[in-house]
């Protein structure tokens, strides 16, 4: 295949790294400067310049995508999308981890743990809102920060009322979040590519830092992760619509938290402390991606007039629990039933005798009039019964608000 790497670093080490791996296996690698291109548009052709010059074709676009350039980049990496160049993040992706409130309220309706955590802006918010993360000592973030730079741990109520006020009045988005106290010091880092975890590690702050960022000194050990961990690092990069990820979870007593998903992870330290090649697992991966480019069947399927996509939620009670998918008479009415989530189950293509259960949730495409007699009025507002935490985090009625 012939493989274009988007960096603005082609002497990093990630950048070297995966080139060397990608001419190994007799590939044809180049390193594009994401800043040198031009977005051109034009009805029906979407293109590319280089500088200067019209991009030639390329199979497979790894974008390397840094925090400073995010806007740029992904203008990038959704024009390669559109001229179906595989690329092996999205830039939706992309966009989605960048923000770390963006990328938790994504995850928060699924299966994946995350440390509870509250935005807020009026000031008369803040307290209730600390306290409703389990208070002091409580976890501070800049939305957008790396390297451990934009996170504190404030000791009291009042450190941390004073460093949000603070950070507000110099317009700072900041998300207040409890401090998972179990994994304090530690972190897992998870490299996921496709539906893999390929390698992970275990970083271990030094001294009385509680952050284990590596340029806070942290050291990373290679680790050998639970069926749990791995399943959750893979799937929050899924439901962020990443394919090459660093998921980041803390350990917390109820198993693992994610606390961020990055979408340009680096290579050195992972490589170097678990020994794997990993930029080999990224090139493999992408080689055998390359022929089923990004499309997305939402807006494609839409296209039709009164045909679109929906999900169907499924109550207790409801005259679909113990009724084979056949007999819901779904496909008479035009609608097809592409997947099938269960829990934490996803079944693609169910079979038309799979018999469906109370919860169940259908994603379908179809005559969008006949669907909407499917989605009854209640569900349609309130689709997930509540689950409470076993063992904290339980709220009390009277503070649960309209
Ligand atoms: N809620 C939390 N509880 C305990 N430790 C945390 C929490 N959030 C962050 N940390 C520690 O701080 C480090 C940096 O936080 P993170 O959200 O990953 O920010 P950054 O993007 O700057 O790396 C983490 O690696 C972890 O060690
Ligand atoms: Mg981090």
Redesign the pocket.
């Known amino acids: 295949m012939k493989l274009g790497i988007l960096s603005c670093g082609p002497n990093s080490y990630s950048t070297r790294r995966l080139v060397e791996a990608a001419q190994q296996r007799n590939h044809t690698v180049r390193v594009l400067n994401t800043l040198k291109f031009a977005i051109d548009l034009q009805q029906g052709v979407p293109d590319l310049y280089y500088r200067q010059k019209a991009l030639s074709s390329y199979d497979a676009i790894l974008p390397r995508i840094g925090a400073s350039i995010t806007y740029y980049g992904t203008a990038v990496v959704r024009q390669c999308q559109e001229m179906d160049i595989f690329c092996a993040n999205t830039a939706a992706g992309i966009t989605n981890s960048r923000d770390?409130l963006r990328s938790l309220q994504i995850l928060s309706r699924h299966h994946v743990g995350i440390?509870r955590t509250t935005f807020v802006r009026d000031k008369k918010d803040v307290l209730p809102a600390i306290e409703r993360v389990g208070g002091a000592p409580v976890?501070i973030?800049l939305i957008e920060?790396?390297?451990?730079?934009?996170?504190l741990l404030a000791e009291s109520t009042k450190a941390a009322e004073g460093i949000i006020e603070l950070l507000q009045s110099q317009k700072q988005n900041v998300l207040i979040?409890?401090?998972?106290?179990e994994?304090?010091?530690?972190?897992i880092r998870a490299f996921v590519v496709g539906d893999r975890v390929v390698a992970a590690m275990r970083?271990v702050?030094q001294g009385q830092e509680?952050?284990?960022?590596v340029h806070r000194g942290?050291v990373a050990e290679a680790v050998e992760l639970s069926e749990e961990y791995t399943e959750t690092a893979v799937r929050a990069a899924q439901i962020l619509g990443l394919r090459v990820a660093g998921v980041?979870m803390?350990e917390g007593k109820n198993g693992p938290q994610i606390?961020?998903v990055n979408s340009s992870p680096g290579l050195e330290g992972i490589e170097t402390c678990t020994g794997l090649d990993v930029a080999g697992s990224v090139i493999d991966y992408i080689a055998a991606q390359v022929d089923f480019p990004e499309i997305d069947i939402r807006q494609r399927l839409t296209i039709s007039k009164g045909y679109g996509v929906s999900e169907i939620y499924i109550p207790e009670g409801s005259h679909f629990v113990g009724v084979s998918i056949a007999a819901t008479e779904l496909a008479e009415q035009d609608i097809n039933v592409l997947t099938l989530y269960r829990g934490s189950k996803i079944i693609p293509n169910p079979k038309k005798e799979r018999l469906l259960e109370a919860d169940d949730k259908l994603l379908c495409y179809g005559k969008l009039e006949s669907m909407r007699s499917m989605v009854p009025a209640k569900t349609r507002r309130r689709r997930r019964p509540e689950v409470l935490d076993l063992v904290t985090d339980v709220p009390n009625a009277d503070t649960t608000a309209e």
């Open positions: 770390k440390p976890v973030k920060g790396t390297q451990g730079i934009g996170v979040q409890k401090f998972v106290a994994s304090k010091g530690k972190d970083r702050a509680f952050r284990s960022n942290g980041d803390l606390m961020e």
